[in-house]
């Protein structure tokens, strides 16, 4: 067993150093860290290893891969692959810190979001499918610079922190954090989402319940920040999904 282990252990090991992508193997909610769902959890599964519980939501994204622009109306790019709710929660108040750390992440043309969506009750048996997402956090490029959020990302130790907006209503929330890869966006289908979920539970007396979008309808292929050139000086970004919504 041991040695099945440590296979593996290998060949995750493997995967990281030759795909280079990544994933967000934990946070830091209110200057508390939690870890995350690991990639490798579920080798450990297989293994018949038991595995701990984490805000993170289970995904197959064993390759290390990214959920394609032909897949945006998919399940899949709403907690990346095969997603499946966590069973806990970490806890922020609003007005405070989240930040989520990525595994070395190696693409530095793209933007970064966060979007939170409502549970209407325990995130453990929400249907992902019902999960109206509402954007609190984006940023694309640095006009003047021509620095894309990806490389500000990859700049501060592989790492965002978003801010919860002060005046969002307490609750039991998902949180859904991404990257969008757009160094292919040139061609129809390009771009790579990243997406990863959390179950964050919200603190405070805000009474905002900002209307979402079901992560089916959050992107289109063909939208002005996932098919575009990013090989030219760019003086406009359409950064993709819903507006945002700052509290
Ligand atoms: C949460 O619990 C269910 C039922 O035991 C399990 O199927 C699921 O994989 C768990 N989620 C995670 C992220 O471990
Ligand atoms: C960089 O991030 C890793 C987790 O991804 C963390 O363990 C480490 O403490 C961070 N380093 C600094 C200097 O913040
Ligand atoms: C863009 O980068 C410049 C130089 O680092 C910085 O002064 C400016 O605040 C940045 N602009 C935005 C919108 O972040
Ligand atoms: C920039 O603006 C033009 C004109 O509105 C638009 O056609 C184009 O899609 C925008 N580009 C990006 C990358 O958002």
Partial sequence: MLYVLKIAGLLSGFASTALGHGFVSGIVANGVYTEGWQVSFWYDIVNGVTIPQTPGWYEEE????????????DPNIICHKNAVNANVSATVPAGGT??????????????VLTYVANC??????????????????ESGINF???????????????SWTTTVPKTLAPGHYVFRHEIIACH???????????PFCLNIDV??????????????NLYKETDPGIYFNPYVTLTNYTIPGPTLWTG
Wanted: some cysteine; charged content about 15%.
């Fill in 62 to 73: 064993l390759d290390l891969g990214f959920v394609p622009p032909d897949e945006y109306q």
């Fill in 120 to 137: 209407g009750g325990d995130c453990k048996s929400v249907d992902k499918k019902t999960l109206e997402f509402v954007k609190i956090d």
């Fill in 98 to 111: 989240v930040e989520f750390q990525w595994t070395t992440w190696p693409h530095s043309i793209g933007p």
């Fill in 203 to 216: 603190t405070g007396s805000g009474t905002a319940n900002p209307t979402g979008t079901l992560g089916v």
């Fill in 144 to 158: 003047s610079t021509q620095e894309w959020a990806s490389g500000v990302l990859i700049a501060n130790n592989n």
């Fill in 184 to 194: 292919g966006a040139t061609s129809l289908d390009g771009a790579q989402n990243y």
